[in-house]
């Protein structure tokens, strides 16, 4: 029966404890490496946590139609390709039986005049259930009601971004602006967001009636993008084929030429999302892994450094008995306590840097169970790598050679 | 054999040496420290080696204490032949069956007074409660009080040091003790008093003590003596 590792364990803490400057710098390494791993990855977590949250806002049934050809071989058409998509296209695509009736938007930019400003946004023609279904409310004035909507009212939201835009700090509600020539009141303006995770300013927006879209505002014009809900989750890819189909067909495209439009789903986005967060987490793991090799050679120098110094200790373990295999697992014990010591350290830094970005930044860090059980793995792994050589150096020590050792 | 029994009135043989010899090499030059050396120690003999630095006195010890390995001959320790063991078998016997005393004491300077004394037993695997029992009673016997176990080498004078050296050699019941110059580091009071502790073990104990020395006086505390010179032994 062999002593329990504990006893090890401790006597290899009290190596460290009467050297401590020593055993910390020896671990500054380690302690970096897992620090910037922690935080990095929390950062990675929260920046694709919060893409997420804006994919998912857009609610999970949702379609985007764009104009462009979708690329795949064929010719592009030249410079008028990306204005494909026209108002009847959207209203035919309203009709069909896997869409949503209630929840296209139509979005299109145009120049909005008051007096004498003017500002290009985006106009998006949407129902009267935007509010909620987006959980965007109105903070001054009030959204337009589906009456509005039925009788193709001239009103208009605007986001505060515009506001600021045409009217500074003065109250827009009230106002008319011209949008395409068309006379709007403002009735009402949305609460600020700011940024998107995909870098858009979604403040900068003026939303009208669908219908007044349609009717007043597009006429002849491109339009820019369509947003609609299939009926269903279950249903996205068959209005996915309905409306790639019907488009086909109004566009008069033959079988074997590209679509002129792109049909996305939310997962098709989503996956776009994911795969380069993928990229984002590879990089991460390389810049890990540099510097866990980095500070596992810091541990391997000072364990040679420490064989070197404790030769005439090892002489006088091995004169009353100590086997090679008592001092290999001695050295690697310290070691191994060592490079976790220095990992703990890390991690404890590294989530003192996530909280602190989460302070200072917008952007929320996300930490996990998983990134810190690898790093105490990894670091364990790394002191037991980097402390072999040395252990072995020491336990092939001769015993009469080293006790002679001064 | 029977014949050495016999003129020891019948006791155990413990140390048999069988033409020993013990070259040293050193790049192209060969040094030969040993030359057939043949020698044989009784279990409970109180045993002196002298001679004339660089002798080879040192060199004996080694391989007597199994630390080093004769490039000739046989040697049989409690009657096994232990000239042809690896290192790991050798590090065994010495746990189980050999303590030392080195003239520069040899504690761990890192660890107490008392953790130095149960490195043998943590070696052999002995539990660690048992162990602090069994390092107390060696401390016990060579008078080193409760109160300075929890030293560090540092912090007692070398006769003590030298007492818990005894302490570290004895706390596993070895049956030869290998001193190399115990007391070279020692004035001559500590010196004697040092000696007394080893007559004390050999005697109360049975215990086997081969002792190197320069001094006369302290030589005179063993009952039997050899003198080396260049590699042989000269008288018996
Ligand atoms: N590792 C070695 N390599 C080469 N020569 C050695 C080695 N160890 C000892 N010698 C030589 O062997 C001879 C005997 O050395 P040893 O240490 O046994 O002497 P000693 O009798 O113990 O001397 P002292 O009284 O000074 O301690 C010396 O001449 C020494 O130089
Ligand atoms: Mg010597």
């Known amino acids: ?406 | 054999m029977n014949d050495l029994k016999k003129n020891n009135g019948g006791g155990d043989i413990v140390i048999n040496l069988e033409h020993i010899g013990m070259i040293y090499k050193t790049g192209s030059i060969n040094y030969e420290a040993l030359k057939d050396i043949n020698l044989t120690i009784y279990k409970g003999e109180f045993f002196s080696i002298m001679g004339a630095s660089g002798s080879g006195k040192s060199t004996m010890m080694n391989i007597l204490g199994c630390l080093d390995k004769p490039t000739s001959g046989k040697y049989f320790l409690e009657g096994m032949d232990v000239s042809k063991l690896d290192k790991d078998q050798l590090a065994e016997i010495r746990n189980k069956k050999i303590g030392f005393v080195f003239q520069g004491f040899n504690l761990i300077q890192r660890l107490s007074v008392i953790e130095n004394v149960e490195l043998p037993l943590f070696y052999a695997g002995i539990p660690h409660k048992e162990a602090v029992i069994e390092a107390k009673d060696a401390l016990r016997l060579v008078d080193i009080d409760e109160n300075k176990e929890n030293n560090f080498p540092n912090q007692i004078s070398g006769g003590e040091q030298q007492r818990v050296a005894i302490a570290r050699a004895i706390v596993h019941n070895a049956s030869i003790i290998m001193a190399d110059e115990p007391t070279g580091n020692l004035d001559s009071v500590r010196s004697s008093e040092l000696m007394s502790f080893f007559k004390k073990i050999n005697e109360e104990r049975n215990v086997t003590i081969i002792l190197v020395t320069h001094e006369p006086v302290v030589a005179a505390f063993a009952k039997k003596h050899i003198i080396v010179k260049d590699g042989h032994i000269v008288n018996d």
Request: hydrophobic share 45%.
């Open chain 1, 1 to 406: 029966m062999k002593f329990p590792i504990l006893l090890d364990i401790q006597s290899a803490f009290k190596t460290f404890t009467r050297n401590k400057a020593r055993s910390f710098l020896t671990t500054l390494g380690i302690i970096i490496g897992v620090a910037s791993v922690i935080a990095t990855v929390s950062i990675g977590q929260g920046a694709s946590a919060s893409v997420q949250n804006a994919i998912n806002a857009l609610g999970s049934n949702l379609l985007i139609i764009l104009p462009g050809s979708s690329n795949i071989g064929g010719v592009k058409t030249g410079f008028g390709e990306l204005s494909t998509l026209t108002l009847k296209d959207a209203k035919a695509i309203r009709k069909l039986p896997a869409v949503k009736t209630d929840s296209a938007n139509i979005r299109m930019n145009e120049q909005v005049i008051w007096r004498g400003n003017n500002w290009a946004t985006s106009i998006m023609g949407s129902s009267s259930t935007f509010p909620v279904i987006k959980n965007w409310p109105v903070t001054n004035g009030a959204f337009f009601n589906s009456q509005q909507v039925n009788t193709a009212a001239n009103v208009a939201i605007i986001g505060s971004t515009v506001a600021t835009q045409l009217f500074g700090l003065m109250n827009p509600v009230g106002h008319i602006v011209l949008i395409h020539n068309v006379p709007f009141k403002i009735i009402g303006e949305l609460k600020t967001i700011g940024f998107n995770a995909f870098g858009q300013d979604q403040d900068d927006i003026v939303i009208i009636p669908i219908t007044t879209m349609m009717e007043k505002v597009a006429g002849i014009s491109w339009i820019n993008i369509i947003m609609v809900s299939a009926k269903s989750k279950q249903d996205t890819l068959s209005a996915q084929n309905e409306i790639t189909a019907l488009l086909r067909q109004r566009h008069h495209i033959p079988p074997h030429k590209p679509s002129d439009f792109y049909v996305r789903n939310l997962t098709q986005i989503a996956q776009t999302a994911g795969s380069s967060a993928q990229i984002f987490t590879i990089l991460l793991a390389a810049v890990a892994a540099v510097s866990l090799l980095v500070g596992g050679i810091g541990i391997m120098n000072i364990m040679l450094v420490s064989v070197t110094e404790r030769t005439k200790e090892i002489g006088i373990r091995m004169a009353v008995g100590a086997k090679k295999n008592d001092i290999l697992k001695q050295f690697l014990i310290e070691s191994s306590v060592l490079s976790l010591f220095g990992g703990i350290l890390g991690i404890g830094l590294g989530i003192g840097i996530s909280d602190l970005i989460s302070i200072i930044t917008p952007l929320k860090t996300i930490l996990t169970i998983e990134p810190i059980i690898i790093s105490i793995i990894f670091s364990v792994g790394v002191g037991v790598f980097f402390g072999f050589y040395p252990a072995y150096k020491a336990s092939n020590l001769n015993p009469v050679e080293a006790l002679r050792y001064e």
